[in-house]
Nanobody, 114 residues
């Protein structure tokens, strides 16, 4: 299983970024895909997930601002982040479970600052 997140960067408050996570090594269309984030000095926290049926869940802190989606043909999950706030600054990770194991991709840094 391989997961690679990319698309992070530096953005001003109120700006937008779109993260992508490319997946390989498992039947992508059958798996729930997750986004997590970890801010400096804090524990990793759930951001959003999307099931194989495209049902979605979001952390309260990002509802209405972030949108998770997936493209099963491209084996990629996306996180569209709008109206970004300084508190969204973190390393963002994609995650999935396969055969009862959690797999994490290498994270991508998102920094929201003026």
């Amino acid at each position: 299983v391989q997961l690679q997140a990319f698309g992070g960067g530096l953005v001003q408050p109120g700006g937008s970024l779109r993260l992508s996570c490319a997946a390989a090594g498992f039947n992508f269309r059958l798996n729930t895909m997750n986004w997590y984030r970890q801010a400096p000095g804090k524990q990793r926290e759930f951001v959003a997930d999307i099931t194989s049926a495209h049902s979605t869940n979001y952390a309260d802190s990002v509802k209405g601002r972030f949108t998770i989606s997936r493209d099963n043909i491209k084996r990629t999950v996306f996180l569209q982040m709008n109206n970004l706030k300084p508190e969204d600054t973190a390393v963002y990770y994609c995650k999935t479970m396969y055969r009862d194991r959690h797999y994490w991709g290498r994270g991508t840094q998102v920094t929201v600052s003026s």
